[in-house]
């Protein structure tokens, strides 16, 4: 269905987050679904996709956020922010190594992105996305709600502490986040 909906300005689709984590127990609860759609071309995105690119989208029961890029995009950190809105080195490694993403759809193009290990993470950001889901969480009147922000922010704030200390750690993995903090 998606992929019929852009195939002639689809390259590639990335499934990222802990929905496509192997090293998970089978028993960890996936809530939603994290894709990132590489096309050739921004412009060719329908209109109500491009839209509601920051909202999630009910399929088959799952929460499902799609993100657009294009290489060349991944290759300009200004216009990168102004089309994704993600944290741009933490976006990249999701991408860039086979461990924190699954190529779905397409061709490999990790090798088309640019070096991560040049980058500087913007931990001021990161942080920023912790705390945010923290106040949901809070304020938060329904128990699956508060539960599911506070997990969320829990996540961002124990990469972010990874990141921090250690500017070159590239794994986005609840398992390997867990591990670096012991």
Not at 115 to 125: A, Y
């Amino acid at each position: 269905m998606l992929v019929a909906h852009h195939s002639d300005n689809l390259k590639a689709i990335y499934g990222i987050g802990s929905f496509f984590d192997k090293n998970l127990p089978s028993t960890w609860i996936r809530h939603d679904i994290d894709l990132i759609f590489v096309v050739k071309s921004i412009e060719n995105i329908p209109k109500e996709d491009w839209d509601n690119r920051f909202y999630p989208r009910q399929i088959e029961g799952y929460e499902v956020f799609i993100g657009y890029n294009t290489i060349e995009i991944y290759h300009d950190k200004q216009k990168f922010h102004e089309v994704s809105g993600a944290n741009y080195k933490w976006a990249l490694i999701e991408i860039k190594y086979p461990e924190n993403s699954k190529l779905l759809y397409g061709k490999d193009i990790r090798d088309q992105l640019p070096d991560v290990s040049t980058l500087t993470f913007d931990c001021e950001d990161i942080l920023a996305r912790g705390l945010y889901h923290l106040e949901k969480s809070l304020k938060s009147k329904e128990f699956h709600i508060t539960m599911r922000e506070l997990s969320k922010a829990i996540f961002k704030t124990s990469f972010y502490i990874c990141v921090y200390f250690m500017d070159n750690f590239n794994y986005t993995s609840l398992i390997e986040i867990g591990k670096k903090l012991k």
